[in-house]
Every structure is written in C-alpha cells, then in structure tokens.
C-alpha cells in the first residue's frame, strides 16, 4: 500500500515568488494535516482538513498562505509570495479519522522549499 | 507559550541503552507519543502512552510518563545503528486534536 505521497521533494525560488506544495493521502483517509517543520524543530500543524473541510487552519498565515482540498482527497498548500523565513520541510500527514493513537498519522516525506 | 522541551544530541554505543527526556506542557494531555524521523524522511509513530499509566513496555522501547512533573521518557534497550534518527515527543491537549511536537533529539549509535 502507497504511504502519502508529496511532490515535490525540493524546490527552490526566489522571494516574492509563488510556490505550490502537493499531498496525496493513504486512500480512505479522511483526516489531512500540513505541518511546518524549522531546521531543528518539530512540525507545527498550519492547518486540518476533514474531508473537504478545513477544521483548523488558525495556524496558517493567511496573508500569503492558502491550502485547498476539493474533493476530500489530493491537497495543495499554497505560499504567494514566499518569503525568506518561509524556507522550511513543509510535511502533509493523513489519518484515518482525527484524534487519538488509533487514528494513527501517516507522514509524507515532505518537500524542503529554500527561498532565495 | 507551548513548549515542549527536549535535549538535542544523545550519543551511545550499539548494544548500550538509550535514554531521551522530554518535558510536556499540559497536565491534561491525554495521549503522549514518541516519533522517530530518519533523514529524508516523514516521521513515524513509535509508541504511546495513555495518560492514566505511568509504563508502558513495547519490546525494546519502554516509556515512563511522571505527570506530577510532566517528564516523558523513551528508553531504547540493545540500542542498534539502525535506531539512529531524530526523536520526537507530542502531547495532546485534551479537548483538542492538535499535535503539540517537541525540538527532538537527535540520538547517533556509534558501532
């Protein structure tokens, strides 16, 4: 079985440029995470999808930030414009359900933006 | 703020045992979780504890919870080369679904 699934795996721009993240969950996963992760930290969730619905995005910087899951599957995270301080792991997780060890989250292997 | 604290860098021989510590934030947790990130690689969920425990043993992992100081320990007996990665601690508050991740610890296994 395919874990989740991130693309691209690197990608580097210059500031002010926009740039779009894509995430692929396990199949029947209702449950989508985007998480931020610094150079030496741990991941910081920006935003939780249920479905097609965004339950939690309190964390997301909505000035430049925007993410969209249409159908309840694949989901885009979007930075327009980057800036410096966005260079960061950007990681997308999936779970069955939220809440809880039992509703265990996959990770993706995330995709290391470098703003110029 | 939200912090969960952890130490940066362990280091131990193979076959030696592994102690890493973190310190949570919020007494009313109720699951906290120990993940392991390998280089390139998303993170996976090693074990967990409910909060109600104060051990749980799950092979060659065994975790202590102290809520009275809010530590979490994961020891990692017989400590192999493969086991070398970054190591997270996460609590959820209760009432919430959030995730709340430690700075990890970055455990090297010298053969």
């Known amino acids: 079985e395919a874990g989740v699934v991130q693309s691209p795996r690197y990608k580097i721009i210059e500031k002010k440029q926009p740039v779009a993240f894509w995430c692929n969950p396990i199949?029947?996963?209702?449950?989508l995470y985007w998480y931020l992760q610094n150079l030496g930290q741990g991941p910081e969730l920006l935003i939780r999808?249920?479905?097609?619905?965004?339950?939690?995005d309190s964390q997301l910087p909505k000035d430049r930030f925007s993410a969209e899951r249409l159908k309840g599957v694949d989901s885009t995270l979007k930075i327009q414009p980057a800036e410096l301080g966005d260079s960061a792991v950007y990681l997308c997780?999936?779970?069955?359900?939220?809440?809880?060890?039992?509703?265990?989250?996959?990770f993706g292997p995330g995709t290391r933006l470098t703003v110029l | 703020g939200e912090d969960v604290e952890q130490s940066l860098f362990l280091s131990v021989r193979e076959g030696d045992s592994s102690v890493i510590n973190c310190t949570y934030t919020?007494?009313?947790?109720?699951?906290l979780y120990w993940y392991k990130q390998e280089p390139g690689a998303g993170l996976q969920l090693l074990t967990y504890?409910?909060?109600?425990?104060d051990m749980k043993q799950d092979q060659r992992l065994t975790v202590l919870l102290n809520k009275k100081d809010k530590h979490l320990s994961l020891r990692i007996a017989d400590t192999q080369t493969g086991d070398s990665a970054i190591y997270f601690c996460?609590?959820?508050?209760?009432?919430?679904?959030?995730?709340?991740f430690g700075t990890g610890t970055r455990l090297k296994v010298l053969a």
């Open positions: 504890i409910f909060s109600n425990m």
């Open positions: 999808y249920e479905n097609e619905e965004a339950v939690d």
């Open positions: 997780a999936s779970s069955l359900a939220a809440g809880g060890p039992y509703n265990e989250q996959f």
């Open positions: 996460a609590e959820t508050p209760s009432g919430t679904y959030k995730y709340i």
């Open positions: 919020d007494s009313s947790s109720t699951y």
């Open positions: 199949s029947g996963h209702n449950t």
